[in-house]
């Protein structure tokens, strides 16, 4: 299931309408009205969804549904979230169409300058050609003999790849970045420009890997695999904030 990431209700406060969704993934979500919403990783208490799919008239439901996402954001384009669910199985019935309500969504924008901005990876802001995050949970589905049958999240595992132009080591050095264990830094960008569009990824918690070189239009581009790590507090790896 692939859904416009930064799709809002244009109210700010307001979850949006995949808000569910982020939750049955792990999330929690803390509504702070007419200001925020914000999903942060939670390691207890899952939340879960039924989804339904009807085709001409017969609908498939599974319930219990927890999964998992990736986060994609490329400069050019609509950033999107793609979520993978699994559920319990119920039987087709036959049911009428339903009738969807598409209003109350603002107008997405494209991943571009003036639209995206605040852009940093280990405190530095480079020119950045795109990001993503795989959220790395685990699923698990279970149907065990004297017991209920369920779908668990056992465990979350965080990553992700950006891609900037490669600056002077002067600039900034990832290499030697790559190099030091256990040193985490941030990354953060901010899309969105009208109150009740906006989103913030943002992470404290970064530790990059292997960076490599690729091209592009000719210009030398860095990609870094980064790692998104929990204090030992737990779940704060990342959150993503709706105003």
Do not use: W
Request: include cysteine; charged fraction near 15%.
């Amino acid at each position: 299931m692939r859904l416009k990431f930064f799709s809002r209700t244009g109210t700010a406060g307001t979850a949006p309408q995949y808000g569910k969704a982020l939750q049955a993934c792990g999330l929690s979500e803390t509504v702070v009205a007419a200001t925020s919403v914000t999903y942060a990783p939670v390691s207890s208490n899952f939340d879960s969804v039924t989804i339904h799919y009807n085709i001409d008239g017969v609908r498939h439901k599974v319930t219990g549904a927890r999964g998992t996402f990736t986060l994609n954001a490329n400069v050019g384009e609509i950033p999107t979230i793609d979520f993978t669910f699994t559920g319990i199985y119920n039987a087709p019935d036959d049911s009428a169409l339903p009738t969807a309500t598409y209003a109350n969504q603002a107008t997405p924008l494209i991943f571009k300058n003036g639209n995206t901005d605040t852009f940093s990876l280990l405190s530095y802001s480079g020119c950045l050609q795109s990001v993503n995050m795989d959220l790395g949970n685990s699923i698990v589905y279970r149907e065990l003999i004297g017991c209920d049958k369920e779908v668990l999240i056992t465990d979350r595992s965080t990553s992700g790849t950006v891609v900037v132009e490669a600056p002077a080591i002067a600039q900034k050095d990832y290499f030697a970045a790559a190099l030091t264990d256990g040193t985490l830094g941030n990354l953060t960008f901010q899309h969105g420009t009208a109150a009740g569009n906006i989103v913030d990824f943002s992470s404290t918690r970064v530790d990059i890997g292997d960076v490599s070189y690729s091209d592009q239009d000719g210009i030398a581009m860095l990609n870094m695999p980064y790692t998104a790590i929990p204090s030992t507090a737990g779940n704060d790896e990342f959150s993503l904030i709706y105003t």
